[in-house]
């Protein structure tokens, strides 16, 4: 399928919270080497009066790969889109999360920029979902009614566009794209997509061979109080520890020193939402898990 671009440079509403409206003006781009899969489905299971509802997303023509030339201008901004429909009998509101599997390096998250609002150094990205091209490094929809997008049985929304600016820097990207009911944020469909400019292997990188990580899942889990995760390291090994909340903004970070270990996690001081928990060995690529944090 071709590559749709949107136009929105030349668009500068800005709600309270420093997102763009989505215009929703398309345009084609010439073909490009574009890999896609023709739709993914998603089951959630939730218990309503004793019976079990069944939520099935689909993503129609969802990319899987971009190949490109950075000495290509067209691919100063690429964006890649696909349709989000609702084969069920019931209403779906949906919100969109945001996950940097693999980012080249420098990569600009939390994303910054100098004192002239220029960028700094580093790759960076931004997806659009319903009325809004979120900020530079958001990781997750706004949650508030009017901005969840509703899709009503049979239908089919097609405001999603996933953004990614190389900014001159050549390698492989992948960033992954979750769609879950607003009713729980855990669930849902996820897709990633590799962007991959002037790389010799479009693939995922593989981890140094001497950095090993064992970890578990953060439990209990939604996060209302204190939760842990375990975690074991090779030994002479150390790592950082980041929690970044949905913004793309570091919250909480420490010093993994000990071989093997809890890392404890208090929701207590954490407002409600989604975060990423990130575990950097060694100056490895980090691994990453998601929660959500209730009260």
């Given at each position: 399928m071709p590559i749709?671009?949107?136009?929105?440079?030349?668009?500068?509403?800005k709600p309270?919270?420093?997102?763009?409206?989505?215009?929703?003006h398309d345009r084609y781009l010439r073909p490009m080497k574009c890999f896609n899969i023709l739709s993914i489905f998603c089951v959630v299971g939730a218990f309503m009066v004793n019976q079990t509802a069944w939520c099935?997303?689909?993503?129609?023509?969802?990319?899987?790969?971009?190949?490109?030339?950075?000495?290509?201008?067209?691919?100063?901004?690429?964006?890649?889109?696909?349709?989000?429909?609702?084969?069920?009998?019931?209403?779906?509101?949906l919100i969109v999360s945001r996950q940097v599997v693999q980012g080249v390096e420098p990569f600009n998250l939390p994303y910054v920029e100098d004192e002239d609002g220029n960028p700094a150094p580093g790759a960076y990205e931004r997806f659009c979902w319903g009325p809004l091209c979120y900020p530079y490094g958001t990781a997750m929809s706004n949650t508030s009614p009017n901005l969840?997008?509703?899709?009503?049985?049979?239908?089919?929304?097609?405001?999603?566009?996933?953004?990614?600016?190389?900014?001159?820097?050549?390698?492989?990207?992948?960033l992954e794209y979750c769609?879950?009911?607003?009713?729980?944020?855990n669930g849902g469909v996820c897709h990633t997509v590799l962007f991959c400019l002037d790389a010799e292997n479009c693939a995922l990188g593989t981890a140094d061979d001497e950095v090993?990580?064992?970890?578990?899942?953060?439990?209990?889990?939604?996060?209302?109080?204190?939760?842990?995760?375990?975690?074991?390291?090779?030994?002479?090994?150390?790592?950082?520890?980041?929690?970044?909340?949905?913004?793309g903004q570091a919250v909480w970070s420490r010093t993994v020193n000990q071989s093997q270990g809890l890392i404890y996690i208090d929701?207590?001081?954490?407002?409600?939402?989604?975060?990423?928990?990130?575990l950097e060995i060694?100056?490895?690529?980090?691994q990453t898990q998601r929660f959500v944090v209730q009260h």
């Open positions: 749709r671009v949107r136009q929105g440079k030349g668009f500068n509403f309270d919270f420093n997102g763009m409206q989505n215009p929703r099935q997303v689909t993503l129609i023509d969802a990319v899987e790969v971009f190949e490109g030339s950075l000495s290509d201008p067209e691919n100063d901004e690429i964006a890649v889109h696909w349709d989000v429909a609702n084969l069920t009998t019931d209403t779906l509101k969840v997008v509703t899709i009503l049985p049979g239908e089919t929304d097609s405001s999603f566009f996933a953004d990614y600016y190389p900014a001159g820097i050549a390698g492989v990207t992948a769609f879950a009911p607003i009713t729980d944020i090993a990580l064992e970890w578990g899942l953060i439990q209990p889990m939604p996060v209302r109080g204190l939760s842990t995760l375990s975690y074991q390291l090779k030994a002479g090994q150390s790592g950082q520890v980041h929690i970044y909340n949905a913004a929701g207590n001081d954490m407002a409600e939402g989604l975060y990423f928990l990130s060694n100056g490895a690529r980090p």
